[in-house]
């Protein structure tokens, strides 16, 4: 049983959905919802605290914060799939070796063109936009970005 009966009573004050139009709530009230969800029918949450059911079920999956009002989400599997991951694989090591090996300087140029050579797909063209998120995904720091780095971390 929810702890908090003043907090469900001013819900149910303040939430009518008589004119169904859009409520916010409070991460603090879908914690409660979630908390009492754990325990209770879901039909019975939704109807106590007068949302709808759709609402609670996703509340309950991807839980119930905000940040700058954006939904904070990290789901398992999410996004895109990675078409070629076994020349991902490959230029990431041969990342790792030629910056090994005299701790040489890798360039965007370098790495488009390593990854065209690894791929097994000829529709694949190896864009700033691929390679902006390959970098991201791989924290990598590239020649022009580096030099940067080092100029920052001086001053």
Not at 33 to 62: D, G, Q, Y
Request: include cysteine; charged fraction near 35%.
């Amino acid at each position: 049983m929810v702890k908090d009966k003043d907090l469900i009573q001013f819900i149910l004050d303040n939430n009518s959905r008589d004119n169904k139009r859009y409520h916010m709530m409070s991460s603090e009230i879908k914690r409660k919802c979630i908390e009492m969800a754990k325990t209770k029918n879901l039909n019975i949450v939704a109807a106590t605290f007068n949302v709808p059911l759709k609402s609670l079920k996703r509340w309950l999956v991807v839980g119930s914060e905000r940040k700058n009002g954006i939904l904070i989400v990290n789901l398992i599997g999410g996004g895109r799939k990675v078409r070629d991951p076994e020349m991902e694989e490959r230029l990431y090591n041969w990342y790792l070796q030629y910056r090994k090996v005299g701790n040489k300087a890798v360039t965007a140029k370098m790495i488009k063109k390593k990854a065209l050579d690894f791929s097994k797909f000829d529709s694949f063209s190896a864009s700033k936009g691929w390679l902006e998120k390959y970098k991201r995904k791989y924290n990598i720091i590239l020649n022009k970005e580096w030099e940067v780095y080092k100029m920052l971390v001086k001053t």
